[in-house]
């Protein structure tokens, strides 16, 4: 792109941040620059993955190898519902993973989608990009590529990610046959009993930058919780939860994965640092973009804005790093100057607004 052009991007950009209720660079949002050392960035869930891929990156580890054995603590963890071993299950209560890789090296990806019994999709889809032609494999295929490099199957469905899940089944509708018990009937109880299981498309992501300047990243999921079977989002989808370009940056997402689809997120967030904007901006650009193609009435509050959320995370090459969700509050996770820590994400719109 010629200065001219670029600089007419970064103008229009402006412009559209300015007109449509964009607030970029939120006061109490940080993004920054790393000046030495490993960069890592993470969703919020991502604090032990961020500090794991750091020291693996410093030890000399690639640094695909690095943010893939960060997000496998997660993976692992019985205790976050939204990912790996633990995640909450399908509509038919079983649990569904979607996960995929860039190596920005090698210019190389791997994903698997609606993988069962696998604890570790991410290690699948980096097999995927390693030891097959191909770049996605699904559901029974994906299954059977993982038994043949000698995964353990695993029952994913923890009894925590069951009773939640059969919460949700007895209570989604009067008009079937499964009954809620008869102390939770009372319209108040069972709307408290409700309360904190809300359907939730919680992901981790993470990517990170050495001091070679090589930039790689994941992300992995159990998806939207009680999913209709076979339902896949944006986490296994190059260009839409992840998108590496070593020349330039990285970026993963989290939550709404039709949404993120549909503007092909990461991929819009690294085209936007390609042409100039920090981290940051770009991560607006495109939550911007998302908000503006967002036009089924159900999917919009009463105001016009969306009624979900997204998150990018985004590096550049050049060590700035940059985070921005829909609605206020969120926070990612970073490694930066040798320091991991919970920084504010940017936003669009004020919650309650
Ligand atoms: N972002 C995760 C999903 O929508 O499945």
């Avoid at 991007?9 to 109490?28: D, M, W």
């Avoid at 498309?201 to 919780?225: D, H, P, Q, W």
């Avoid at 992840?242 to 709404?256: K, M, P």
């Avoid at 995370?313 to 320091?339: L, M, N, P, R, T």
Wanted: net charge neutral.
């Amino acid at each position: 792109m010629s200065d001219v052009s670029r600089r007419g991007f970064l103008q229009s950009a402006a412009v559209v941040a300015a007109s449509g209720g964009v607030v970029p660079a939120i006061a109490k949002a940080t993004s920054g620059t790393n000046k030495r050392g490993p960069l890592v960035i993470s969703s919020a869930n991502g604090l032990r993955a961020t500090e794991k891929a750091a020291s693996m990156i410093r030890g000399g580890a690639d640094t695909l190898d690095a943010v893939i054995a960060g997000v496998n603590i997660v993976e692992e963890d019985p205790d976050d519902m939204s990912v790996g071993y633990g995640g909450l299950p399908n509509e038919d209560g079983v649990v569904e993973l979607d996960s995929c890789c860039m190596h920005g090296p090698t210019a190389d990806a791997g994903a698997v989608a609606s993988l069962r019994n696998i604890k570790t999709p991410s290690k699948v889809a980096r097999l995927v990009m390693r030891r097959t032609d191909h770049v996605l494999i699904v559901g029974e295929g994906a299954l059977r590529f993982a038994r043949a490099h000698g995964f353990e199957e695993t029952n994913l469905l923890t009894d925590k990610a069951r009773r939640v899940w059969l919460k949700w089944k007895e209570r989604h509708s009067d008009r079937d046959d499964w009954i809620a018990p008869a102390n939770e009937v009372d319209p108040k109880k069972q709307a408290d009993s409700l309360a904190g299981h809300p359907q939730t498309y919680g992901t981790i992501t993470c990517c990170a930058l050495n001091e070679k300047s090589e930039i790689s990243g994941v992300t992995t999921t159990s998806g939207l919780s009680y999913k209709i079977p076979g339902r896949v989002g944006d986490s296994p989808i190059i260009g839409a939860g992840l998108f590496v370009d070593n020349e330039v940056g990285a970026c993963g997402s989290t939550g709404r994965g039709e949404a993120v689809i549909k503007i092909c997120g990461s991929h819009t967030v690294v085209e936007a640092m390609r042409h100039g904007m920090d981290p940051e901006a770009a991560c607006l650009h495109a939550l911007k973009r998302m908000a503006n193609h967002t036009k089924l009435p159900r999917l919009l509050k009463k105001n016009g804005k969306p009624a979900f959320d997204v998150k990018f995370y985004a590096i550049s090459k050049d060590g700035k790093f940059g985070g921005a969700a829909i609605w206020s509050g969120a926070k990612f996770s970073v490694y930066s100057d040798g320091e991991n820590r919970l920084e504010d994400a940017a936003f669009l719109y004020e919650r309650g607004a």
